[in-house]
């Protein structure tokens, strides 16, 4: 199909991507041209109907036409726009970093619904979340608590620098602290919660992802070794002897891999059950919790 020229309408133009990546088999084609085209214009979707009938400049049939080749070649949306929605909250993104999936806000549910349980929401909280990345999980969390305080690792220091600039755009920069390290090695104090998303893809997995994951994302945030278990058997240790007495730890987990990890926190003296399961929107098993226990 024929590139972007200048001359066309933005409207026609837009409708003329979306062809061009539902030819292609992109998942979501219409969303993408949408977001691609008021990504170039700086147009958000009123300014996408009000001024859809006017001509674009050759300036921007260009701009629009690199960032579709882009897609086209397998580049996510949101690597392109540098941006990434996540409970609510826009997210910027570094190479360094994941693209936060729906699939995660499993574990940002679950925590809610644990603390709700054992009280008021509002109470002053500790909360870690080992290899932050974009910060997605633990700014989230602290969206919702008022007077939770948070500590985000990771390895990268680039990463880290993006959590940070997230949780200062969010306003939430004076309760949280990030710090450099793996998961949970440079850390000493107690905490109420800890939370991780960490690598869970086996290594000899990685070449059937997706070309969006496999090329785009950083490797070190999706191998988790032969059986996909290695950063598990680091940090749920580490995060086992850091929790407060009744302190909760809950990570995300890969397909099949729900039963392994619980047992893995058994073993590191935590209290887990089958009902501590939650799934995500699929019906995956996506997030396990754990508990310490009170002596």
Known sequence: MSEVIAGATIDSARRALAARFAAAALDSPELDARLLVGHALQLDLTGLVTHGSRALSPEEAQHLETLAERRLAGEPVARILGLKEFWGLPLRLSADTLVPRPDTETVVALALDHLAVGGDLKRPLRIADLGTGSGAILLALLSELPRAFGVGTDVSIAALRTAGENARALGLGDRASFVAC???TALSASFDLIVSNPPYIASTEIDSLAIDVRVHDPLRALDGGRDGLDAYRALIPQAASLLRPGGALIVEVGLGQSGDVAMLMTQAGLAT?????????????RAVLALKKVQ
């Open 273 to 285: 059950d089958s009902s501590a399961i939650s799934a995500d929107l699929a019906g995956i098993p």
């Open 182 to 184: 793996s998961y949970a």
